[in-house]
């Protein structure tokens, strides 16, 4: 084995193949909803040639709404193209088993061009690697600790799935933040699911129970920003199938109900130097928010917030969480360890980090670090400071506030010079393009809650 537990290298899978404890690799890479997809390969068939040369994939899975619907308005793929292939290479360095999955191994992609092998630029993976590169260059190496938060159901997707997803029963009879006896009661799940990610090099801290009813928290070992948006992708996959097998639902929508929490996705970030291998975020005796480098960083991030909330909100669904104390931020702000503001500075030392709380569970992890990264690097290489710490509530202090509904967020991404920018025009065309197209699809749907409202009274 190769570093990590559950790591392979391709002659440790190759010996594995041979003598038949894994006959499945599976060949993935991410959507721009932060899914994986890709294919069910036969061990023998990876090892003599996916391995080596890629495979082979309609690049419509880049194009798609979360029902799989082809989209208009790509500029990268659309009917008048025709749909053709992009070339999926495989990351050796991710190659891991499956311990959830029969005899089942994993490798994750780079989506290049099927003639040149250019990298895709729009592709949720490249977007994130860009912004690491920029990083270096610049001086900067990053790493993120990802907390991501979900809530389990006693209900089967197949049951949900029946009825419309209507009435989802939460695993928890109440509110089970830091509680032990309820948590025991769900630990046929949450325990396979922190072994499950250990035995497959995800490193697991520690999981709790959250702030509401079934809700829960499993802490991923901070890492390099790649490395911790492939586990986060991974994770999510792996924290459904598992739940799945056991007969079990869970959701990372940002809010599932209105009468119950939202779910988050606090991003723990900091930077090395490149040279040296120092913290970058190494807090001074008298200094806040520690060093040079760290507020120009935080003055970067906090300036971006509203052009970039799109990155960090990207469904109709991820604004409903985004309401005064109910632990989702609504304010760009930051203050030392206050859970009241968007942005937190938490650790001291060289642990001295940033926690962004803005993100909810439902992003795309690729495009939420890239995003993150980029902000606060153009911060340092512009020199931004950021405005003074709030102190005491933030939901109510006169500062500036993320965007409250979908289409305020769209408008920003869309106006914005700062997202073309940071990301180039076919990415931020990309993106922008698949919110605006969400945006419509949601508009023209009637809910529930209209016809309850609306039905008897007109």
Same mark, same amino acid.
């Given at each position: 084995?190769?570093?990590?537990?559950?790591?392979?290298?391709?002659? &440790?899978?190759?010996?594995? +193949?041979?003598?038949?404890?894994?006959?499945?690799?599976?060949? $993935?890479?991410?959507?721009?909803?932060?899914?994986? /997809?890709?294919?069910?390969?036969?061990?023998?068939?990876?090892?003599?040639?996916?391995?080596?040369?890629?495979?082979?994939?309609?690049?419509?899975?880049?194009?798609?709404?979360?029902?799989?619907?082809?989209?208009?308005?790509?500029?990268?793929?659309?009917?008048?193209?025709?749909?053709?292939?992009?070339?999926?290479?495989?990351?050796?360095?991710?190659?891991?088993? /499956?311990?959830?999955?029969?005899?089942?191994?994993? /490798?994750?992609?780079?989506?290049?061009?099927?003639?040149?092998? #250019?990298?895709?630029? +729009?592709?949720?993976?490249?977007?994130?690697?860009?912004? +690491?590169?920029? $990083?270096?260059?610049?001086?900067?190496?990053?790493?993120?600790?990802? &907390?991501?938060?979900?809530?389990?159901?006693?209900?089967?997707?197949?049951?949900?799935? &029946?009825?419309?997803?209507?009435?989802?029963?939460?695993?928890?009879?109440?509110?089970?933040?830091?509680?032990?006896?309820?948590?025991?009661?769900?630990?046929? /799940?949450?325990?396979?699911?922190?072994?499950?990610?250990?035995?497959?090099?995800?490193? +697991?801290?520690?999981?709790?129970?959250?702030?509401?009813?079934?809700?829960?928290?499993?802490?991923?070992?901070?890492?390099?920003?790649?490395?911790?948006?492939?586990?986060?992708?991974?994770?999510?996959?792996?924290?459904?199938?598992?739940?799945?097998?056991?007969?079990? #639902?869970?959701?990372?929508?940002?809010?599932?109900?209105?009468?119950?929490?939202?779910? #988050?996705?606090?991003?723990?970030?900091?930077?090395?130097?490149?040279?040296?291998?120092?913290?970058?975020?190494?807090?001074?005796?008298?200094?806040?928010?520690?060093?040079?480098?760290?507020?120009?960083?935080?003055?970067?991030?906090?300036?971006?917030?509203?052009?970039?909330?799109?990155?960090?909100?990207?469904?109709?669904?991820?604004?409903?969480?985004?309401?005064?104390?109910?632990?989702?931020?609504?304010?760009?702000?930051?203050?030392?360890?206050?859970?009241?503001?968007?942005? !937190?500075?938490?650790?001291?030392?060289?642990?001295?980090?940033?926690?962004?709380?803005?993100?909810?569970?439902?992003?795309?992890?690729?495009?939420?670090?890239?995003?993150?990264?980029?902000?606060?690097? !153009?911060?340092?290489?512009?020199?931004?400071?950021?405005?003074?710490?709030?102190?005491?509530?933030?939901?109510?202090?006169?500062?500036? !506030?993320?965007? #409250?509904?979908?289409?305020?967020?769209?408008?920003?991404?869309?106006?914005? &010079?700062?997202?073309?920018?940071?990301?180039?025009?076919?990415?931020?065309?990309?993106?922008?393009? $698949? $919110? !605006?197209?969400?945006?419509?699809?949601?508009?023209?749907?009637?809910?529930?809650?209209?016809?309850?409202?609306?039905?008897?009274?007109?």
């Amino acid at each position: 084995m190769t570093g990590l537990r559950g790591m392979l290298s391709i002659d &440790e899978l190759r010996a594995r +193949v041979a003598d038949g404890t894994i006959d499945t690799v599976l060949v $993935a890479f991410s959507d721009l909803q932060g899914r994986l /997809v890709g294919k069910r390969v036969t061990g023998w068939f990876f090892c003599d040639e996916i391995a080596e040369h890629g495979v082979e994939a309609c690049n419509y899975l880049l194009a798609v709404d979360v029902e799989m619907t082809p989209l208009p308005g790509f500029e990268f793929a659309n009917w008048e193209q025709g749909y053709g292939d992009i070339s999926l290479v495989p990351d050796l360095s991710t190659l891991r088993i /499956v311990p959830w999955l029969d005899a089942t191994a994993m /490798v994750l992609c780079d989506a290049v061009d099927e003639g040149d092998r #250019s990298p895709i630029a +729009v592709s949720p993976r490249q977007i994130l690697t860009h912004q +690491v590169d920029k $990083a270096r260059a610049a001086g900067f190496e990053p790493a993120i600790g990802a &907390e991501l938060e979900f809530f389990l159901f006693r209900d089967s997707y197949s049951e949900l799935a &029946e009825r419309g997803f209507a009435d989802p029963r939460p695993h928890s009879d109440w509110i089970e933040d830091y509680h032990i006896f309820q948590t025991t009661r769900d630990e046929y /799940v949450i325990r396979r699911i922190r072994n499950a990610m250990d035995a497959c090099g995800i490193p +697991v801290e520690f999981s709790k129970g959250e702030a509401g009813f079934g809700q829960h928290e499993i802490n991923l070992r901070y890492a390099g920003a790649l490395e911790m948006a492939d586990r986060q992708t991974i994770y999510k996959n792996a924290v459904r199938e598992i739940a799945d097998s056991e007969g079990r #639902s869970v959701t990372f929508m940002a809010k599932y109900s209105e009468d119950d929490v939202g779910s #988050s996705c606090h991003l723990h970030v900091s930077l090395t130097d490149v040279d040296s291998g120092e913290p970058s975020f190494d807090s001074p005796a008298g200094t806040s928010p520690g060093s040079v480098r760290f507020r120009h960083f935080l003055g970067g991030i906090i300036a971006a917030s509203r052009d970039l909330a799109l990155c960090w909100a990207p469904t109709l669904n991820s604004y409903k969480r985004y309401a005064p104390e109910s632990w989702a931020p609504t304010a760009i702000a930051w203050g030392t360890d206050n859970r009241t503001c968007g942005y !937190r500075i938490v650790g001291h030392g060289t642990g001295t980090r940033l926690e962004s709380r803005i993100p909810g569970a439902d992003v795309n992890g690729y495009v939420a670090y890239a995003a993150l990264i980029a902000a606060g690097i !153009r911060g340092i290489e512009q020199g931004i400071d950021p405005p003074p710490p709030t102190e005491g509530n933030a939901y109510t202090a006169d500062v500036p !506030r993320i965007p #409250s509904t979908f289409p305020e967020a769209i408008d920003a991404f869309g106006t914005s &010079e700062i997202a073309v920018e940071i990301f180039g025009a076919d990415v931020h065309q990309h993106l922008l393009n $698949a $919110a !605006r197209q969400e945006w419509l699809a949601a508009n023209r749907s009637v809910t529930d809650w209209e016809r309850r409202r609306y039905f008897a009274q007109f």
